[in-house]
């Protein structure tokens, strides 16, 4: 069994951010990750035209900038190489295709006890800490839903973060089940390059352009309402899309970044998507109720064919498979209660960081305000 003061899992953004907070703070860790790789993620599973929506700025990583002479808002590629830059410049080193099977908190040690499996030989490896930073991401597993007649139908299904690029899809009719940010950009990724595209749209959403976010991100830096910040952007939305309601896209009651704050659910960054549905180019659907061969039927009554379903419906975490004893910090969905003070702290040493549904700046603020409580917390201790 091997001793460590900290063990975090996961090395993603969030678990290198929280291994560089530590170590600044001159405080020894352990870090292990499933894949092959850090930020797999960025790496495997994302399409290939991704650009992150925010401004650099909001997406750096704690205690190092992202190049000065790269563009305002950098490509996935780019951000790959500055996470790779990362991990070099703060000598980070996660064990790699580890991957944890059980973990429970030690009652009489004070520890958290932790069971991993090398996916390389198969051996088992033992764990105790006396700090545990869950840091597996929000984005752990796809979900696609469970609709009537699905597993029949012919044609491809996959998950968005298996989608790369159109290239896939020539002389295919795409349905595209969702209306996030992914969604959105994948379906004008088919439909500008002659994919015959459909999009199913069964939730409001706010969409807006990126630098209408990143105003009201600066607003909000001037501690502005939110709710005031919320109508200076909508208004400025409005004028520049006008009423998407007749084309099927109706705005939530809440604003958007009271909504951000409230339940974690994005606005939709348009890429050219709204403009390409405005022509009819894409073709807005609603809800689905069931598949039969390869007809969608929607709940209004509408039949289609289709040859594809790209499912753009969300992640799910799933740290409570392998966590015990996290009921003091983590729902039943594996994420943060949203009563807690501070939602990146549980009890008895158990943290998380990247999972308030924050992006890389909420990842950056975490990891920063775990390392302190961490460092606080060894002051009052024992020896370890």
Known sequence: ????????????????????????????YRIIEREDCSASLWRKRTYD?????????????????????????ITKEQFVRYVDDYVERFNIFPKYRTSVESCEYDEVS?????????????QVNEYTARFLVVATGENSEGVIPNIPGLHDFPGDVIHSSNYKSWNN????????????????????????????????????????????????MKLLKWHLPVKFVDFIILTLANIRFGDLSKYGIVRPDMGPLLLKAKTGRSAVIDVGTTQLIKTGVIKVLGPISCIRGNTVEFEDG???????LVFATGYRSTAN??????????????????????PWKGENG???????????????????????DIKSAMNSMGPF
């Open 1 to 28: 069994m091997e001793k460590v003061l900290v063990l975090i899992v996961g090395a993603g953004p969030s678990g290198l951010a929280a291994a560089t907070c530590l170590s600044e703070d001159g405080i020894p």
């Open 49 to 73: 035209r991704l650009k992150l929506h925010l401004a650099k700025e909001f997406c750096e990583l704690p205690h190092m900038s992202l190049p000065s002479d790269s563009p305002k808002y």
């Open 110 to 122: 004070n520890c958290w006890d932790v069971i991993a499996r090398d996916l390389v030989n198969g």
């Open 169 to 216: 899809y020539t002389g295919k009719g795409v349905l595209v089940v969702g209306c996030g940010n992914s969604g959105m950009e994948i379906a004008y990724d088919l439909a500008s390059n002659g994919v015959e595209t459909s999009l199913v749209i069964r939730s409001p959403v706010h969409v807006m352009t990126k630098g209408l976010i990143n105003l009201g």
């Open 302 to 308: 509408k039949k289609s064919d289709f040859d594809s």
């Open 321 to 342: 498979t392998w966590l015990k004893n996290g009921e003091s910090l983590l729902n039943e969905n594996s994420m943060p209660k949203r009563e807690l003070t501070n």
């Open 350 to 372: 158990l943290y998380c960081v990247g999972l308030g549904m924050a992006g890389l700046a909420g990842i950056s603020r975490d990891a920063k305000s775990v390392a302190a």
